[in-house]
């Protein structure tokens, strides 16, 4: 036969295969290799084995290296991210690369946490431990533990002894046993096993419902008002679909804070199964070693953020994504793939169920079990009306409108009564403002100039205590200057709240309460997040400030009192997906008041209680809202009625995006007439990080009309004229203009 030609996916910006000759090596598909690609070193994976043909292979370079050893990708992974790669218009190499752990994308050996599991030969088997010699006492003790347990890992033989797993070396030469190398399982802490609660009607008809259909593609979508019990319904879900050997469950939720937290519940409740998570702030050496238990199927639940959604998984019989309607599951970058989306075609190639749970669903899955007609897409509904907790009732929610009260340093005189009747009655409250730092802007009392980022169309945030004005752009930051460089006053004011200027109000208001601040300056560290909500639990905080952080799935028995404050800069905002978003945030934290016996009030501080969200938000009424708010996308052909994608770009000058985009946007609308292509725009941050953006919108009635036309544009694209100067890319189904 002629020599081997392997056609290799790099991590290069090129919408291609590379040929390599094999030189003998022998390579499967989905293995990983080494090679040249100029003057570097790259790690490649084999897509195709070709035998030569046109091309000689002596004139092609050969391969350096094939990991031989390792598991190749799963051509089940390898569709999916090619299914991927062509929808969000991303070349396939830097999708498949970038879908791997870091240590399989470097080009040192990727070492694997290994450990060897004995096993009895057939003459061990046999073997009348009895008649070993009385002074081998190890290796009888371990021949002993064999024939009972029928293999042991050098983890277990630590536990029999010492000195067992040196001697379980000498039973492999008296061939008595046989070693094989296997994955060390993953670490798991000792805890308690908690007690299946009974289900209550609607999560017993959820269960039931479910688990009725669990050998085929369904997707579900689980609506439950926070605290509903959606998660203990995925519990039951997970127990069913692993109780039969050879399975595995993929959980995914939005945010690295939920996985500590929802892992410790998983392991109280479902202990007889592994379980690894995947996320990012996990050593690159334990996310390669979970990734491959993964990989292997000793993992049996996978819990991980959205890059976990591209997990090799050979026994997944069923997913699960909890807070669908997240924003996170969306990658802003490189790839922009939807984790949801991407589960749910890979849920349908397998021909597994996918269940979707929230309790404000994005307006796509509320329409796709809801309103669609056509049954591809249909999702069926489950309802979780009651919170799981007889006692725990849904908490009551007001607004104050802060235009008819005299706010003390930016808080009405209802929330702090309501701080101060907590306080005395020992009970918790959370203070929820989406914004960070001191204050949100440096303003001159005299001439109104207000400290701008000179890389963004942004304003440089107060933060007091460090002295510093930052970009929560672009990371810019600079001493807070003392005079207006626009007219030389010097009193310059902090204008507008952040979480550090209310936690300061709130000490000075409250000396006596022990307040404790949550936003992305505080918590650098995922730890010090695990520290404080423990200190809530036990009880050490009676205030606690912070960023959205806060607002999920976190479950404070004592907290009984929300606040709200100034969230009304998203009530009008251009991005027609800004009040879909304040709803279930708002939702969401409300969520967090009176969840066990004691009811909970929210209070929302506003100069505008009138506006619908806020009355549907005072009912608890998604549905109502949902509905509305459908009825409106529908009359202006908004997503989920059309399909939507961006092409956005950047570059120095402006006049070169807009020639950039200019020419895109007439080579769009020359392919095909079913698709609306809109003029070039700039988005609200027109300057960000130094580079000057734009963008133009394309809509269509069907995702392949789409499709067709955003590839055929890409093409175009890669050899513009501009390309070299313009840094562009195109956003399928975007969340964010
Ligand atoms: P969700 O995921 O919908 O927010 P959870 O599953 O976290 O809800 O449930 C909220 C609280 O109710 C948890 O403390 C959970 O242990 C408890 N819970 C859930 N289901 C039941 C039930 N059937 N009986 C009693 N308690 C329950
Ligand atoms: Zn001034
Ligand atoms: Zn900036």
Known sequence: MSPAILKIALDVPLDRLFDYASNGQSARIGQRVLVSFGARQKIGIVMDIAHATDIAPEKLKPVLQVFADEVPLSAELLNLLKF????????????????????????????????????????GRLLDVTQMPKRQRILRQIMAALQVAGQLTEAELSNLSTTARKAAKSLVDLGYAMAEQVLVPPRVAAIGVAPAPVLNDEQANAVQTITQQMDIFKSWLIYGVTGSGKTEVYIRLMQHALQHGNAQVLVLVPEINLTP????????????????????????????????????????????????????????????????????????????????????????????????GSATPSLESWHNATHSKTSVNKYDLLTL????????????????????????????????????????????????????????????????????????????????????????????????????????NADLHPT???????????????????????????????????????????????????????????????????????????????????????????????????????????????????????????????????????????????????FTALLRAEAHEYPTVQQFLDDAFQHARSLNHAVTVYDPVRPKMERLKGMERGYILLHAQQRAVLQHVLTALVSALRTHKLAAKVRWAVDVDPLAF
């Open 84 to 123: 991927s790669a062509s929808y969000y218009q991303y070349p396939f190499g830097q999708a498949l690369l970038s879908a791997l752990p870091t240590r399989l994308r470097q080009t040192a050996p990727a070492l694997a946490r290994k450990q060897f599991l004995y096993r009895l030969t057939e003459v």
């Open 261 to 356: 937290q929802l892992e410790a519940r998983f392991r109280n409740r479902l202990p007889q199964f592994s379980l690894v998570s995947l996320h990012s702030s996990l050593s690159e050496s334990d996310r390669l070693h979970h990734w491959q238990l993964a990989q292997s199927g000793a993992a049996q639940i996978i819990i991980g953020t959205r890059l976990a959604v591209f997990t090799p998984l050979p026994h997944l019989k069923l997913i699960i994504i909890d807070e669908e309607h997240d924003g996170s599951y969306k990658q802003q970058d490189s790839m922009r793939y939807h984790a949801r989306d991407v589960a749910l075609v890979r849920a349908k190639r397998l021909a597994i169920p996918v269940v979707l």
């Open 385 to 488: 009306k009651k919170r799981a907790v007889s006692a725990a009732q849904l908490p009551a929610i007001a607004c104050i409108d802060t235009t008819k009260v005299n706010l003390q340093h930016g808080l009405t005189p209802q929330l702090v009564t309501a701080l101060r009747s907590r306080l005395a009655r020992k009970e918790q409250s959370l203070l929820f403002i989406n914004r960070r730092g001191y204050s949100p802007v440096l303003l001159c009392s005299a001439c109104h100039w207000i400290a701008p980022c000179l890389r963004c169309s942004s304003r440089l945030v107060v933060h007091l205590g460090q002295r510093k004005l930052r970009c929560h752009h672009c990371g810019h930051e600079q001493k807070i200057v003392q005079q207006c460089p626009s007219c030389g």
């Open 496 to 642: 507008g709240h952040g979480t550090q200027r209310l936690e300061q109000t709130l000490a000075q208001l409250l000396p006596e309460a022990r307040i404790a601040r949550v936003d992305r300056d505080s918590i650098s560290r995922k730890d010090a997040l695990v520290e404080i909500l423990d200190q809530v639990h036990r009880g050490e905080i009676d205030i606690l400030v912070g960023t959205q952080m806060l607002a999920k799935g976190h479950d404070f028995p004592n907290l009984t009192l929300v606040g709200v404050i100034d969230t009304d800069s998203a009530l009008h905002s251009p991005d027609f997906r800004a009040s879909e978003r304040l709803f279930a945030q708002l939702m969401q934290v409300a969520g967090r008041a009176g969840r066990a016996d004691k009811a909970g009030q929210v209070i929302i501080q506003t100069a505008f209680p009138d506006h619908a969200l806020f009355h549907a938000l005072r009912s608890q009424d998604y549905e109502t809202y949902a509905h509305a708010m459908l009825a409106e996308r529908e009359m202006v052909q908004f997503p989920p009625f059309v």
